[in-house]
């Protein structure tokens, strides 16, 4: 950050998505929120509690700092984790939580 705030440079364009990825991901989203069937199925046990373990620990690490998140931020971190976990090839490999 202090390389880029001393010289910034200007950000590389981002490439358009392919056709349907947008539609796509957006019913992603909706499943893992619950609101599009089917649902994506909840996150085992083990990775549910690692990562509640770790958000526990973040939101400590900025209360000390006089900040915080909400709920709404736990909820978007669950909700990735499930698509993460839904998408990945090996879904076994999340299954450990660790």
């Known amino acids: 950050m202090k390389a880029f705030l001393e010289d910034p440079k200007p950000l590389k364009p981002v490439p358009r998505a392919a056709a349907g990825?947008?539609?796509?991901?957006?019913?992603?989203?909706?499943?893992?929120?619950?609101?599009?069937?089917?649902?994506?199925?909840?996150?085992p046990p083990a990775v549910k509690a690692a990562a509640n373990k770790h958000l526990l620990e973040v939101l400590e690490i900025l209360q000390n700092g006089?900040?915080?998140?909400?709920?709404?931020?736990?909820?978007e971190v669950v909700a990735?984790?499930?698509?993460?976990?839904?998408?990945?090839?090996d879904k076994a490999a999340w299954d450990t939580g660790a």
């Open 66 to 75: 006089r900040f915080e998140f909400a709920f709404r931020t736990a909820k």
């Open 21 to 43: 990825q947008a539609e796509e991901f957006l019913k992603w989203s909706l499943r893992a929120r619950g609101l599009m069937e089917p649902a994506l199925p909840e996150l």
């Open 80 to 89: 990735y984790l499930k698509i993460s976990r839904e998408s990945a090839a």
